[in-house]
């Protein structure tokens, strides 16, 4: 059997805790079992934060989509300037483009 060194496996294990820390997720605060994120739109949930050894409640929301805003962050757009970098068309020779009319002829 091929067996992982401890210290490799020791690595390996805190760069996946660290990865894991200050992850967030949302718990529906309806009565009843716990149910799809998708399920009782208008419920209240609370956002959960990962600190490393448990579930801490950070805050709550108000329904899913203020749950959802909280959760899935947008990134920020990179701006383009308004006329980016690329290359002229000029004349061309490619197989794409059509010959002129006294290049037909000779054909």
Not at 14 to 19: M, S, V
Not at 39 to 67: C, F, H, K, M, S
Not at 98 to 107: F, L, V, W
């Amino acid at each position: 059997m091929n067996e992982e060194p401890l210290e490799s496996w020791a690595q390996r294990r805190a760069a996946d805790q660290a990865r894991k820390l200050g992850r967030l997720r949302a718990r529906t605060l309806a009565p009843g079992p716990e149910r799809a994120f998708h399920v009782n739109p208008t419920a209240e949930r609370v956002i959960e934060q990962w600190d490393g050894y448990q579930w801490v409640p950070v805050t709550v929301a108000v329904d899913l989509a203020a749950a959802k805003a909280l959760l899935f962050v947008p990134e920020p757009l990179d701006e383009r300037p308004t006329e980016w970098d690329r290359p002229a068309m000029g004349e061309g020779s490619g197989r794409h483009r059509k010959p002129a009319p006294a290049e037909r002829q000779d054909e």
